[in-house]
């Protein structure tokens, strides 16, 4: 069904269109609804046509080797979709659901080269859509792959976290022994046996317990802070595991049907060669 020109005017892909123009294009360009939860297309299925978004949302979405949902865009109004099956005449990349009840023109081949004659504009604005995809499809790549818990942790951790992560692992060395033991010594000799210098702490020390005893309650919340952290990473490494287990599980399942489809092949090709060897000469 064809659409009205109207409707073309108000889609940046067109706006350097004339009237004339759009009116031809509107003859061929088709328009279409769908509904809230409706499917357009799926990964896989051959694609003749590309999509621009007259209303509503449609999002466009693929599924990993694990199995799980991976958002690669919400198209809106005037965002262009579905363009990479249409040039290459290859499967759809991507499934496409309605979020909600949309409005929708749909362009194949042909509407697609009369309207880069009429418009070469328009030719950039396809690519600039493309490459605004090919951005997000990069990022997601780049999040997506084997992650590697101490980067992801690191990435989120604040300057207190820096601080306390420092102070856990100093107090946990043999300097940080060494440096009590000799200040230990010194405090206790100091206020023990005359050295010429007044006894501000005599036995039984009680400014060396109340200090010692802030330096253990200190210590403890770095140590505390520090050990969230690492129960955090420690959950990010098994997330990391599972999904790793995932997508062994998957490509082994994979692998196995590989095998049941080549016997099963061998297996016919055998009996073909068997029938005619079988034939009478």
């Not at 999509?51 to 949302?57: D, M, N, W």
């Not at 759809?92 to 081949?109: G, P, S, V, Y």
């Not at 990391?240 to 049907?257: P, S, T």
């Amino acid at each position: 069904m064809a659409c009205d020109p109207q409707q073309l005017a108000d889609v940046e892909l067109f706006e350097h269109v004339d009237d004339e123009d759009r009116a031809r294009l509107a003859e061929f360009i088709d328009a279409c609804a769908l509904g809230a939860g409706d499917t357009l297309f799926r990964t896989g299925e051959p694609g003749d046509s590309l999509y621009i978004v007259r209303s509503g949302e449609i999002e466009l979405f693929i599924k990993d080797t694990a199995g799980q949902k991976i958002l690669l865009t919400i198209a809106g109004p005037g965002e262009v979709f579905g363009e990479l099956a249409l040039l290459d005449s290859g499967p759809r990349t991507a499934t496409a659901l309605a979020l909600t009840d949309a409005e929708l023109l749909e362009l194949d081949r042909d509407d697609l080269m009369r309207l880069f004659q009429k418009s070469p504009t328009a030719a950039l604005r396809l690519l600039a859509a493309m490459s605004h995809m090919t951005r997000k499809a990069d990022e997601l790549l780049r999040t997506r792959v084997s992650r590697n818990a101490n980067e992801e942790v690191e990435e989120h951790i604040s300057v207190l976290q820096r601080v306390a992560d420092w102070i856990s692992w100093f107090s946990g060395s043999m300097v940080f022994l060494a440096l009590n033991l000799a200040w230990f010594a010194i405090w206790i000799g100091v206020n023990v046996w005359p050295m010429g210098i007044p006894q501000f702490d005599p036995f039984p020390f009680g400014l060396l317990t109340m200090i010692v005893s802030l330096e253990a309650i200190f210590l403890s919340c770095f140590v505390l802070i520090s050990q969230n952290r690492q129960a955090e990473k420690d959950r990010v490494r098994a997330d990391i595991e599972y999904e790793v287990n995932i997508k062994a599980e998957l490509e082994i399942a994979h692998l196995h049907e590989k095998t049941d489809r080549m016997y099963s092949e061998m297996l016919e090709h055998f009996s073909r060669m068997q029938k005619q060897n079988a034939r009478p000469a």
